[in-house]
């Protein structure tokens, strides 16, 4: 597992991760998830229960039984083995030390711009910027929990600054279209 193999190996790292805390269902998995890196963690349902399986059966979590949903389906319930622990620490070292960019739809339709009207172009871009100049904006001005633990405050951080680049970026590219 000593090669980063990319969105695969996010899942993988957020699943044995979010286990890592303790045993749950997949559901809980995806709201754990969704709390920790937000909206943008962009993992499906059937990704985690893909994973699940992929997990277990490579022995990195275990099943460990079955319970009664509350007026839903039966909730297997998942916990992370030790090979999980050790497999969790490799995948978090290749997590933050990949150097690839990853490619942005944002590039695909920038490389292909040329397809469409130079007017229409502008006005995606400037709407584009509008709203994440908006965003950006609420984001610099929301009041951080003074209790957030520091991997929270580190990608808030992290995610601003990524933010704010793109804000920049279009505020000077809209005079060049």
């Not at 709407?127 to 984001?139: A, F, M, P, V």
Request: aromatic letters at 6%; proline letters at 3%; charged letters at 30%.
């Amino acid at each position: 597992m000593s090669k980063f193999k990319g969105s695969g190996d996010i899942t993988r790292t957020v699943i044995l991760g979010t286990l890592a805390s303790g045993q749950m269902h997949g559901y809980e998995i995806k709201k754990r998830i969704l709390a920790q890196l937000g909206e943008s963690a962009d993992i499906n349902f059937g990704s985690i229960y893909y994973g699940l399986k992929s997990l277990t059966d490579n022995e990195l979590v275990d099943h460990i039984r079955d319970e009664p949903g509350k007026g839903s389906p039966e909730r297997s319930i998942y916990r992370i083995t030790p090979k999980g622990r050790k497999a969790l620490a490799e995948l978090v070292e290749n997590c933050i030390m990949e150097r690839r960019v990853p490619l942005r739809a944002l590039e695909v339709g920038l490389n292909y711009m040329g397809r469409l009207d130079r007017d229409r172009v502008k006005k995606l871009l400037s709407d584009r910027y509008e709203t994440l100049s908006t965003q950006y904006e609420h984001e610099l001005a929301a009041q951080q929990d003074e209790k957030v633990v520091d991997e929270a405050r580190i990608i808030r951080e992290y995610r601003l600054y990524q933010l704010g680049a793109e804000v920049h970026w279009l505020k000077n590219v809209l005079p060049t279209l």
